[in-house]
């Protein structure tokens, strides 16, 4: 049955090659189920539901993908667009949660009708590179200043906007001690390098009576505080307009260019480049958005951690259907979500971002008017702690620069039209 639905033999692989690249998968990424729920709890959502809600989600994305498209790619909520959720559209913007999750799920909708209707193809080569570029790199300042902002590493200040805190106090030192751990352990390849910091660190936090301790293994809570909780009429208003974009972008972007590291890894393209299925796998990314959003979630998207268990020999939608069921069974560890605290989650999210920010390399810093787009998204999406802000100014500065260098030829339709879209937005909203 297994060789019927993935193809094993002509993959060149074996089910015990496909389970050990799952759970490598799963023990790479794992962290989203402590990081992800921590962050919705903030924007006011039930801890316990959104852990479910992302365990579950994750599991659904998985299965999609290696039932239906047969990929060894693993999906679970993404970073850095649940930060946005939480930070950017409810606590920033003042959207309630059910709207946001309206938003979430709309652009899920587009996403998957984009895919069905190829039009993806398009709107990535449609979009500028340094464009691309220039949102990773944002997204990850964006993280990182959420890292240190909920380790208590920088603080509010009334004369200065932010400050140093007190790093000599137990969370800040934890948190920084929970950095320097992962990228150890990241220098010496150990695969589960941000899990074991996460655990060593709640470890720490507990002996030094920080967390209280529930317990290790419990029947799931229940869902039912997040599931059909999202308010689509509320994400349909035109103040909406922007976020649903965000989140739409960013997974669009996010999607594409995991699923081209992981296939040119795996060695599934053609001599080409192109990726067979490619379709189904888009539609699987859309559609565990969708169903995301429905129980209780952040968008859901492919993760580029799955190229750990490409490594070790993962081909087929085996991989990715091992690691939906890891998720699965972690639904019945809620107690050592609860335990862990955001400090021991910090170094995780801070690391991340350091992995986004890697992008800035690709930039032609020669040439101002790429240099000029990039700094304004890098600058302006942590500053106005916002993604979709960051995007929309980035997009604004991209044109107006290229339009006063004469290289209005390097402007596609696709960005002027949205630049012209952001204009309207910031004019009347």
């Known amino acids: 049955m297994l060789e019927r639905l993935f193809s094993l033999s002509r993959q060149g692989t074996t089910i015990k090659t496909e389970v050990i690249a799952g759970l490598t998968t799963f ?6 189920v402590f990081v992800n729920p921590a962050m919705l709890s903030e924007a006011g959502m039930d801890l316990g539901a959104a852990f479910v809600a992302t365990c579950i989600a994750a599991a659904i994305g998985c299965f999609i993908m290696g039932f239906w498209a047969n990929y060894p790619l693993a999906l679970a909520p993404g970073m850095g667009l649940n930060a946005f959720f939480t930070y950017g559209v409810v606590l920033g913007m003042g959207h309630s949660w059910q709207s946001a999750l309206g938003a979430v799920f709309l652009s899920g909708c587009l996403f998957l009708l984009l895919s069905l209707f190829k039009v993806r193809e398009w709107v990535i080569q449609a979009i500028p590179v340094v464009l691309k570029q220039a949102i990773a790199t944002g997204i990850g300042a964006f993280l990182a200043l959420i890292a240190l902002k909920n380790a208590g590493i920088i603080v509010a200040s009334p ?5 140093l805190g007190d790093i000599t106090s137990a969370g800040p030192l934890l948190a920084i001690f929970s950095f320097f751990i992962i990228a150890a352990l990241m220098f010496r390849d150990v695969k589960s390098a941000v899990l074991l910091s996460i655990f060593i660190v709640t470890v720490c936090a507990w002996g030094l009576d920080l967390v209280e301790y529930h317990g290790i293994v419990s029947a799931p809570p229940s869902i039912m505080p997040t599931v059909m909780q999202l308010d689509i009429a509320a994400a349909l208003e035109l103040s909406m307009l922007s976020v649903v974009f965000a989140f739409l972008f960013v ?3 996010d999607t594409s260019g995991t699923l081209v590291a992981v296939t040119q890894k795996a060695g599934l393209a053609d001599e080409k480049g192109k990726m067979p299925r490619l379709g189904r796998a888009l539609s699987a990314d859309s559609t565990a958005t969708i169903a995301g959003s429905i129980l209780g979630t952040s968008t859901t998207t ?7 268990g490409v490594s070790v020999g993962g081909k087929t939608g085996l991989t990715a259907v091992v690691v939906g069921i890891c998720f699965l069974l972690m639904m019945f560890f809620a107690p050592l979500a609860q335990m862990v605290p955001a400090y021991a989650t910090a170094g995780a999210i801070l690391y991340v971002a350091v992995l986004m920010l890697q992008n800035l390399k690709f930039v032609n810093w020669d040439d101002m008017s790429d240099a000029i787009p990039v700094s304004v998204v890098l600058l302006m999406t942590p500053l106005t702690f916002s993604i979709a802000h960051g995007i929309a100014l980035g997009f604004i500065a991209y044109t107006a620069v290229k339009v006063l260098c004469n290289k209005r030829e390097e402007v596609s339709l696709s960005v002027w039209v949205l630049t012209i879209l952001f204009v309207v937005k910031f004019t009347f909203s």
């Open 159 to 163: 004369a200065t906007l932010v400050q």
């Open 251 to 253: 997974d669009l972007f």
């Open 302 to 308: 492919s993760y580029i951690e799955s190229v750990s």
């Open 27 to 32: 023990v790479t990424m794992v962290y989203i």
